[in-house]
């Protein structure tokens, strides 16, 4: 049976794609190297190790729908669960080099999109957890079948800048908003009664109207 290890050397944006993506260069590598992996058929569970960096007040104050007050962190702040990748190793012997294709969202109903968009600079702790299927002949055997098991674990610090880059190469100084339909229709109809053309400006209208009731 294989004892596979896994890795992540690097991370970069991927070009040209129809939506935002990262590609994740992994390493896997087998402990005995005589041993033919024909195909691995690969899953990885990918969580964001909040605990494992330090955030600024800024930071704080731009999570504070994530996690409360900056009191309560040491209760609730806690792993989160970005995503789950896949992808399928080809044949090799000794150790393989893949790429990981994580798409990503810029949707701020998501969790991890407010995580991410919350920080200014400094490192995102990751951790991929594997599993799936490894199809594996030892030196002079048949092919074998078996699981990879979720103790299989790789840790990579991605870059808020490059989460940054990524997202302002696709939506350059834009931010998206997803809103119940009937929110929207009420909206629509408010921007076109009075004839408001784009929707950045119904939005600035509207916080003018609540700044002005405020004072």
């Known amino acids: 049976m294989p004892e596979l290890s896994f890795q992540i050397e690097e991370a970069q944006v991927a ?10 260069k992994l390493r896997v590598g087998n402990r005995f190297a005589d041993e033919r992996i024909h195909t691995i ?7 964001i190790e909040t605990t494992r ?3 600024t007040p800024e930071e704080q104050s731009r999570m504070l729908d994530l996690y409360g007050e900056p009191e309560r962190w040491s209760q609730t702040l806690k792993t989160l669960l970005w995503t789950h990748a896949s992808v399928v190793v080809p044949a090799f ?9 994580v798409p990503c969202t810029f949707d701020f109903n998501v969790a991890a999109t407010k995580y991410f968009a919350g920080l200014f600079a400094g490192e995102i702790p990751l ?4 599993s799936g299927t ?10 074998q079948v078996g699981p990879i098991s979720w103790d299989q674990e790789a840790q990579f610090k991605l870059p808020v800048s490059l989460w940054r880059e990524m997202m302002d190469s ?5 931010a998206w908003l997803c809103l119940r339909r009937d929110v929207f229709e009420r909206l629509n109809q408010y921007k076109t009664q009075r004839g408001i053309p784009t929707w950045e400006q ?3 209208t509207m916080l003018a109207e609540e700044e002005a009731v405020r004072r």
Do not use: K, W
């Not at 058929?41 to 969580?47: D, M």
């Open 170 to 174: 696709y939506y350059p100084n834009t």
């Open 134 to 143: 490894v199809f594996y002949a030892p030196s002079g055997g048949s092919l």
């Open 93 to 101: 012997q000794d150790e393989t080099r893949v790429d990981l294709h």
């Open 15 to 24: 070009q040209f794609a129809a939506t935002p993506e990262l590609i994740f």
């Open 202 to 204: 119904v939005m600035e």
């Open 127 to 130: 951790c991929f957890q594997f």
């Open 41 to 47: 058929a690969l899953r990885a569970q990918i969580q």
């Open 53 to 55: 960096r330090r955030y």
